[in-house]
Structures are given as C-alpha cells and as structure tokens.
C-alpha cells in the first residue's frame, strides 16, 4: 500500500533495525556482569568478561587465518570451553560453525568436512584416532587446531598447534562483525541420519537467537541459573542452551563425559539447577549404582527430548529431586519445537497419571509459531480426538533455513508451506500432540497399525526391564509383528520371552504383544537414539 | 556474495519464516492455557479461551466497520478491558492502535485525532466532559463507540453503541489478520511534549514483540504472574506490559484509578506478584494514609522508570515489601531500553548505599542493541569517569519506526544512525548510565552544571518534604541559580526557607544550594511528571 502514512518516511535504518543475533547477548551481558561466573570446566572457573575476551581472540584468531563470511569452521569435541566458545567466535567472523558428532566414525568424519567445505577443524586429541582417517581420506584440508585439554591426555596431537595458543594470538578487544542481515547462517548441524549421508541443516542467527529466548522462556533461566552440559553441545548447538543460557546470563558448567557419578558430583558442586539430556541420559541416572548417587540439594529441572521419557523413568527421577520438562524437537527445528506445558488440574492426578500427561510431546514452545498434526498430503488438520493419526507439522522464525547444497530435500521438507517432521502423531481434545512413531517405525499387523512406542512404554514399566525397542518383523500371516528388543537391568531377575510376552498380555491389546521377545544390548545412534533400522534388519532375519 | 552456498536454494519461506508479532503470543497462550485467568476487572474475572475470542470479536467487528490495514483506531480509556484487547483485536485488523493519554485536554484530543486520522473512538463515558468537545473541534469525523463500566457511570454515552454491544456483534473465531511484515505497524503513541503539538510515536509489531520479550525477561513474568496495571496502558501501551503478561500467560488485574487503598486491596485480594508506576505513584503509597495500607502477602516486584525514584522512596518501598526495579526509556524505546540490574556485590551495602546503586538508570535492556552517552555532534563516548556529561543514546530494534508525517523530526532523532534521548547522563566505571538531568533542565549558574536531580534527591531526603523540583532561576550575578519547588507530607512539621537552605547547606556543595524555595503543590503533566517548565516560568516571574 504505497502511499501510506504509516509505510511512508519510517524506513528502518541503524538506529531501529538490527539482526538479531546471539552474539549481541553476550557482549551485553559482558558489558553488565563482567565479574558474574561464566564458564566452570573441572577447576577452571571465569567470569563473562574472560569469557567475551576469549570468543573475541578466537574470532580474531580465525580472522587472521582468512576465516570470514560463508566460511566453515568444524569443531569435534566433548562438551569442553573451546566447543562453547566457537558457538560465538566462529560467527563472529561471519563463519558458519559445524559442530561435529563426535560419535561419528571417519568416514562419516570425512563426509561431513567435504560436504561441509571445511577451513578449520578444531578437534580434541580424545578423538585423534577417529580424526586422524578423516583428515586422510577428506576431500578438505581444513587447518587443524588441536585441543589439548589438561583434563585428558588421551590421542594424539594432530594439529598445527593448540587451541589455547591460538587464541592467545588473537585480540580480546577484537573489532567483530554483525551479521549482515539476520537471515545468514550461524550453524551448520548434520542429521545423524539412519541411512544413507547426512543432510546438513542450517541455522540463521534470527532463528537461534529466537530459539535461545524460547528456551529462557520455557525453562525459565535466569542469572543465577547454573546449567550443567549434560546434552552434546554438537547435538542443534546443546539445542540452542550454548547462546540461551549466555543470554541469561547463566554459568555453564562444562562436562567432558556422561557419567552418572560425574552428574551428580558436578550438581552438587556447582549448585546445578538445570540439565537436558534424552531418555537414555535420565535412565542412566535413575539405574546408577548407590554408591554413586547423590541427592541434589535442590530441585534440578530437567528438560528431555529426542524420545518420548517412558513414565516409569519420569516418576523415577522426580522420586530423586529432579523435575522433569518433555520437550519435542528436531535437528531442523534448532532443537526443541514443543514442549508439554504443565496445566494446573494435572496437580491432583497421581504420579502415574501425572507421568503419563507429561509424556506427551504437547504444545508449540514460546517461539514456534505453529505446530498441526495434519494428512501429509491434503494438510488438513486432523480431529483432536486423540487417536487419528497424521504427520506433524510446524511452522515458524526457529525453522531451519534448509538442507546445505540439496534443494530437493529442502523443498520435500517444506511442501506445502509447513515443516513435514516426518513423526506421526495424534492430537487430544485438550490440544496436546502426542507423537505415536516415526513414519518408517510404524508396525502394520493384519491391517492395524501398532505404535512401536506404545508398546515400548508397557516394556518399561516391566520390573526387570531397563532399555526397549520395538520394531516390525515380516511375519507370513500378518504381514508385519512387534518384535521386542530388550535389555535387563543391573541385577535382574531371571526372566524369558514368555515371562515378558505375560506381563504384556495383561497390559495391552492382543493384537499388539511382541510376537517375539530379543534379550542383549541395543545398537545406538551417536546421540544416543537406538538405532531401529539395525533392529528391523536382525528382526527381518531371524 | 552471490553464489555463496549458504544463501544458495536456502530462501525464506512460509515454513521458516513468519512476521514477529505479539498476537501469536495472545494465539499460543490461549490454545496452551485456556482455562487460565487472563483478566480481571473488578468482580469480573475470565480466562485466556474467553480473552482470545473478545479481541478476535473486537477485530470483526471492526473489520465489519471496513477498518484494514493502515487505519486508526483511537481508544481513551483508563485501565480497564476493553483498552488492553484492543491491543490485540485492533492490530489483527491490520490497523494500528492508539492509545490516548486519558489526562489530555479537549484540545489536544482534538489535535491527536486528526493528526493520526482516527476511523474509530473508542471511549469510556467517564471522560464524555473532554471527548465531547474534542469531538466538535476535530476535522476527524470518528465512529464512536462508548465504554460503559458497570464500575463507574460518570459522564454521558457519547457513541452509536457501547463496546460490550459492539462487540458481540463479533464472530469468536474471526480468521484474523497476521501483518504482512513485522515493520508493519501496530501502535501510534503520543508523545506528551511540554510545548507545542505532540509528535506520533509509531510502533512496529517486530519492536512489540521484542520488548514485551524484554520484559518477561527483565522482570521475570511467568504464568503465575498476577500484574496490577497501576501504569497506564496509554503509557507506551503499558511500557508494552500489555503484550508481555499475555505472552507469559500471567493475569492482568485492571485498575480504574490509582489510589493507595484500591492498589493494596487488590495486591491482597488478587495475589498481586509485578506492578508497574512511576516514582510519583510509589511515592504515593508510601505516603498512603495507614488505614489505607496492607502489607502485601509476598513480595511484589515493582518497575518504576520515568524519573529516578529519589532513595528515600526506594528505602521506604523495600520496607513496605515491594522490590523496587528501576527502569528508564522513553516512548520512542517502547518504554523500557535500560535497567538497573542488580549486582552481587550490592548486598553487602547498606540500604542507603543500595539506593544510591538503584537509583541509576543502568545498562541495556535485554533486547536493546546498545546504548552510549556521547557527544551529541561528534558521537564520541565519553569517558566512563561519573563525571563527564554526554548526551544518552540507544539503538535496536525496540526503537520506534519513526515519527508519524514528521521525517524533520524523525531525521532528527535518529541521526548518525542512534536515537537522541535528550537526557543528559554520566558513564560510571562500572559501566552504569546515570542521568543528571533533560538536556533542558540544567541549570548553569557562574558557568558550573548544576544537575537539578542531583539537588532534588537531597532534598527527597528531608524528612518534612514529599515532592520536590528544582529549576533554573534568572540570576543577575550567576546567569542563573537553583530555585526549588517543594510540597510538605502530610502532618509535616512546620518548616521554611531557610530551613530548606540550611538542610541542603548540610548535604551538597555551596554553589548548588538553591537560592529559592517555594512552598505549593507541583504542576504535573499528563503522565504525572512534574512540569518542569511551567516551573521555569515561574520562576523566570519571582
């Protein structure tokens, strides 16, 4: 409408319109605490001043090498400051930061920093034997800076010379760079992917600086907040927490491995008041050895996701001091998209009831702009009646901008105007989705559709089962069956296939009981997702 | 950098990209919680399903009126519900709200009105005696619609119909409008001036929705949140409070008129956790007559800005069980741009020495981009010593659009790419903005700078002394001396001049002791300022 008074002389210039970006958060907050405690890794303790002179010699240091804007810089590393520090000293530059997998072997290494176009690789020598073929066998020739963390001695020295020393040649007052406009990437994150190669999705700083103030607003940090790195800063960027929890002005509390006695030592120690972590991590906790385990000295709230948290492991650890959040995200969506919004009338259900609620994906988070379950074709939205299945959707400024070189698979992804997830869902009256299986996990038994998940959360509530998964098996009558992986936990007591297949048949439909039950270790994702793709493949020959 | 990988195949699209805007906050909050108590208005209470369907009501029936994209809609209302969903239901017409300071005269209405071209008027009867003749006077020729309180019946009904019948001619789930782009605008707010026309303010639904995130952020608002609306919602549409409590999912409790009895009854009887006022309005219910006071059941957070709450208020708060918050902004920063954000090392201070910390304007609101005292010409900073004076400028996206018709004064204020504030501050070592005083306000006597703030807040601690202001007077010798204004509490001992003097003598150096002191009550604008320049020509007559 031109012509307009209120779009006519009221352009955006300097002084009203900037991109948003994480990295203004950080140098506001150290420009208002600079003295507040930023960063804790083993005995290492700094400030948010220390912390911004840091990002900004790393960014200097990358600078003076030719790092600058559309550029890579790759990092492998546990949850350790240089990790951190890159989340802001690579974009700094007007690079894209990739943070690797560190379970990644090399091939899976030396795809990514071809794909990728790699300058810089920043690695820790813990994973030199990994890193090493990589480098041989990439198609890059990144420049390697090594991490050589006191804290393991572990691997080899690869590099051209360490992290510290690096960034000792940059400047701390180092004259950074804002984005040009908000849509320029920041982050490149590569799907860990069941088959084939990854996709690499890429993050702008307006949706990662969006994402970093839902996660505030969902989880209520705070200044005196202290998050200890449990979830893999790789994994979205530790699901934006790097860039929300500086933003809040919060103290991360580094963590070089995942490990129940170092969880709660480190809660102890550091006053802990937030973690994340998949189910697994949560299980972890909940079967750790007495001896280990140290009960909080206050409430540890607790955001999980990348699997619906099986109820009796909710229970389980609100029982110990922790307070349990259900966030639902994906790679795509910079981590979490939804999260099960805790509604008042659940006060007066019983633990089990509670967990059950709370095991629901739920509601769009405070940044998402929408969220449907829908027919993947037609879109439309399915009644919420809390059995009709559909795709869900969502849309909204925390959506990836697309997958790096593969127009196809980002067009796929956005047909239609929405974010395909590729989760197959319900809606309930009360609004919550609750997601019944990927797409290529459903089981179909004679016709009828078995959720792998719902059969999945009766297993866990077996008294001697610790971790299951169920997937289809060809079966020549029915077509498909649920066919149970599970493993028992420390100390169990002796029990067989059919002892499990009674305990599900007084739980369950008939038609949904695990027609074959497995016992042994189950192969995992690097994060830590079971790999069903493997299990179907033993299930198809057995 | 065409070509670039990362802004390649990689555009924004309606999956990853959509307007910024408070009203998917009003959409989320209501499918999230709806059964949750959003408003409150005397006896009346409803949740966030019913509030959402009265501003979707509201903006069909005003769609229904043929107001779109571009159009005016002036309210002129106290703080009452129908004032805080047209800040929703008015903009998801695509129209812009504005807001009319309820303490402006038939003049100025009549002014406003025209110059922001209002379509519609909606206004409370209780102020039919300044409308009516606002209304012969304008060249707008506006469709009113009367608000008819049950709660007060003053005045006459004006309009072709009253609001509640307006909009039940509204459909509850009317398809609104999202803006086509986040510079849309929203809001138009007029500046209060002290001489001349009033310049229009106009908001952006990006810088709405990012200052209400500002101040749940800020101010900690929450889902449990129970906010007094002691601010007007006029002011800034509430310092954008109007926004933020909706999108923390906190209860708004409306208030008609600010009086002490009113606000601590409703503190008690609705839980009250935030309010918001300027120092006038603390300074009142400390001075509130004892049959009138309650101490609140838990401690209320309150955001006080304006002006620099005098010490002695601070202290007389925090005693009372209010934590005072000090804010500062301006209309054109949507409200709040800085805070005084607390310091660990503050509390080992005493309660004068916190004070004194508290009463400084502070450091960058959250989601500000900067803010810098400088030299107005050059855009130098000045030294961070406590002592140089410099002009305070800020810059972000919570900085308004512009002026409305006037690119003179928008050209003006934004020049060198920062927004000029007009005030006068110091940078002090720690990083804190303190202002000394408006541009206008200072006083210049034998060539020295004399800050009136700085004499007002010795005289705020006088203990026979309720409100005070200090001006320039003509001086024949210095050019100019300090001549103040002050009124005495109530049941103030007897107290003169000379006293006056003699105080000061006690607390501050020779040349800022005034010269004069005079005893009455303070003109006060609109907002509750005190007018410094009907002062200053009182003075200009001694």
Request: one cysteine or more; a neutral charge.
């Amino acid at each position: 409408m031109t012509g307009h008074p209120y779009d006519t002389d009221l352009e955006r210039g300097p002084a009203n319109h900037v991109p948003l970006t994480p990295l203004t958060q950080l140098q506001r907050v150290a420009s208002t605490w600079p003295d507040k405690l930023a960063v804790v890794h083993g005995a290492r303790r700094y400030d948010y001043g220390e912390f911004y002179a840091r990002c900004r010699r790393l960014a200097s240091a990358l600078a003076a090498r030719g790092i600058g804007k559309g550029d890579t810089v790759s990092v492998m590393a546990p949850n350790v400051p240089a990790l951190l520090e890159a989340h802001f000293g690579v974009p700094m530059t007007g690079a894209v930061l990739n943070a690797l997998n560190t379970r990644l072997d090399a091939r899976a290494i030396a795809f990514t920093l071809a794909h990728a176009g790699s300058k810089i690789l920043i690695a820790d020598r813990c994973f030199s034997a990994v890193v090493k073929p990589a480098l041989a066998e990439t198609a890059a020739k990144p420049l390697v800076i090594d991490i050589d963390d006191p804290l393991d001695s572990s691997g080899e020295l690869l590099g051209a010379c360490d992290y510290e020393s690096f960034i000792a040649s940059g400047d701390p007052e180092f004259a950074w760079r804002m984005p040009d406009d908000e849509w320029d990437a920041i982050a490149l994150n590569y799907t860990s992917g069941t088959t084939g190669n990854p996709k690499g999705v890429v993050f702008h700083h307006r949706g990662a600086a969006l994402n970093a103030i839902g996660q505030i607003l969902a989880f209520q940090l705070r200044a005196d907040t202290s998050y200890l790195w449990t979830l893999p800063m790789f994994h979205c960027n530790g699901w934006c927490y790097t860039w929300a929890v500086t933003a809040a002005g919060g103290t991360h509390v580094c963590l070089r491995r995942v490990e129940p006695k170092a969880i709660f030592d480190s809660i102890l120690a550091n006053r802990v008041t937030h973690l994340c972590g998949a189910p697994i991590v949560l299980n972890m906790l909940v079967h750790a050895p007495d001896a280990d385990r140290k009960a909080p000295a206050q409430t540890v709230q607790v955001a999980t996701g990348g699997a619906a948290p099986p109820s009796a492991v909710i229970e389980a650890m609100e029982r110990m001091g922790f307070r349990v959040h259900h966030l639902y995200g994906l790679t795509e969506t910079y981590g979490p998209a939804a999260l099960c919004a805790w509604q008042d009338e659940w006060d007066t259900l019983d633990k089990a009831g509670q967990a059950a609620m709370v095991a629901r994906q739920g509601v769009a988070y405070p940044t998402l702009d929408a969220l449907m379950v829908a027919d993947p074709d037609s879109l439309a939205p399915v009644p919420a009646d809390g059995t009709t299945i559909g795709e869900l959707m969502v849309r909204g400024n925390t959506v990836m901008k697309g997958y790096l070189k593969n127009p196809t698979a980002t067009a796929a992804a956005f047909a239609g105007g929405w974010f395909h997830t590729g989760d197959l869902a319900v809606r309930h009256p009360d609004g919550y989705v609750e997601i019944k299986d990927r797409s290529k996990d459903i089981i179909i038994s004679g016709g009828e559709n078995i959720s792998s998940l719902e059969v999945e959360e009766v297993l866990y509530r077996h008294p001697e089962i610790m971790e299951a998964a169920v997937v289809a098996r060809p079966d020549p009558k029915w077509g498909e069956s649920p066919c149970a992986f599970v493993t028992l936990k420390p100390g169990a007591k002796k029990t067989d296939p059919d002892g499990v297949i009674a305990y599900c048949r007084a739980h369950m439909a008939h038609y949904k009981i695990p027609r074959t039950v497995i016992f042994g270790p189950l192969p995992k994702t690097s994060t830590g997702k079971i790999q069903k793709f493997v299990l179907r493949e033993r299930a198809a020959k057995l």
